[in-house]
Structures are given as C-alpha cells and as structure tokens.
Nanobody, 129 residues
Framework: QLQFVESGGGLVQAGGSLRLSCAAS?????????IGWFRQAPGKEREGVSC????????YYADSVKGRFTISRDNAKNTVYLQMNNLKPEDTAVYYC?????????????????????WGQGTQVTVSS
C-alpha cells in the first residue's frame, strides 16, 4: 500500500524557514499521482496549502501562502517538498502529505475540495512570534 515518510517539521521563530519532505513508500512511484500538502490547526478545519501534479508539475497554492511557500518534486527520489519561508505564527499546524491519482483529480480540486485518496501521518510545525 502507498504510504509516506514525512519529515522536516519543528519549532521555528517567525520569519524563519522549514522544508517539509514527503517520500513515497518502497515499490511505489508518484508519477501518476497528484500530491498535496494540507494543514490543520487545533479547532480548525483541515485546509489545502499546496498541491502538485507529479507528471507535469502543475501546482496550486492557497492565497495565504503564495509568495512564501514553494512546492516541488524530485522524481528520482519519489519525494515531494514544501519549502516554507517567512513563516508566520498563523502557519502553526500539523502538516499532512496526501495523494490521489491524477486521473481523478486536479491540483485545484485536491487542494480546495480535499479530493484525497491517501493521507500521511502528519508532522508538527510550530512558529513562535
């Protein structure tokens, strides 16, 4: 089954940076998938942050992170990254990697409608002011 190894979360000060990694489990390739990063703060609904189509690189960003976050993929490593710069306290949340077959979703639908097939375990990001 498809699973993810997520890493990169931690505690940083406002204005700092983190890079989250989402690696597919052995035996799987992400080429046919759309991958997304979502986040959920305590008491709030899970929201789409950024999503990317592995095959063609098409990406989507939530308005709240445009210009600060960058999603990318390393196909050789079957890994998707989320580079987070100029972090703000409101970015504090558990961040989840997620996947769905590209044939049944788009980056907009995945991030906005939460069209997801598989979720990762999540990694905590805490930004102090």
């Amino acid at each position: 089954q498809l699973q993810f190894v997520e890493s990169g979360g931690g505690l940083v000060q406002a204005g700092g940076s983190l890079r989250l990694s989402c690696a597919a489990s052995a035996g799987f390739t992400l080429e046919t998938y759309t991958i997304g990063w979502f986040r959920q703060a305590p008491g709030k609904e899970r929201e789409g942050v950024s999503c990317i189509s592995i095959s063609d690189g098409t990406s989507y960003y939530a308005d709240s992170v445009k210009g600060r976050f960058t999603i990318s993929r390393d196909n050789a490593k079957n890994t998707v990254y989320l580079q987070m710069n100029n972090l703000k306290p409101e970015d504090t949340a558990v961040y989840y990697c997620a996947a769905h077959l590209s044939l049944v979703t788009t980056v907009q639908r995945m991030c906005v409608m939460k069209s997801v097939g598989v979720w990762g375990q999540g990694t905590q990001v805490t930004v102090s002011s």
